[in-house]
């Protein structure tokens, strides 16, 4: 699936300020039934318009493998694909947010089209490059 993403506005400003470290805390992925009830300007987490069904749960999952890389006076984060099993559930986009700071935001994805889940259900993170990461930084 093609996946749109943006850093929230909070998250560049807390970067700068100390507050998010994307090795150690706790990073979260919540599925959303409508990507325009989230966006660049989302502060922090919310339940409104989460996602209910089969295998999901209130918050999303763990993300899990964070690694921070450098090239090409590029930094970015990458993280393994996020997984439900089993899945039951329509989803249009997500926040990544950090469950270890208050729920604050880091970035909000839309899929493009309603995606819907039977069985398992895959967000596929970006190749591991400086031109294609998730997050990236100038």
């Known amino acids: 699936m093609a996946i749109f993403q943006t850093q929230t506005i909070s998250f560049r400003q807390e970067m700068l300020q100390g507050v998010h ?14 990507s325009s009830n989230i966006s660049g300007d989302t502060t922090v987490y919310t339940t ?3 996602v ?3 295998g999901y749960s209130a918050g999303g999952q763990v993300m899990t493998g ?7 006076s590029v930094v970015y ?36 089209a309603d995606k819907t889940a039977s069985g398992t259900f895959t967000v596929q993170m970006p190749p ?11």
């Open 77 to 112: 984060v990458t993280f393994n694909n996020v997984v439900w099993t089993p899945a039951t559930f329509t989803t249009a986009g997500a926040l990544i947010y950090n469950a270890s700071k208050g729920n604050k935001s880091i970035a909000v994805l839309s899929f493009g």
């Open 48 to 50: 409104t318009a989460e």
């Open 66 to 72: 964070a690694a921070i890389n450098n090239s090409n």
């Open 128 to 138: 591991n490059t400086y031109t294609s990461a998730l997050l990236r930084f100038t």
């Open 52 to 54: 209910t069904g089969g």
């Open 21 to 34: 470290d994307l090795l150690t805390d706790t990073i979260k992925m919540a599925l959303y039934t409508s």
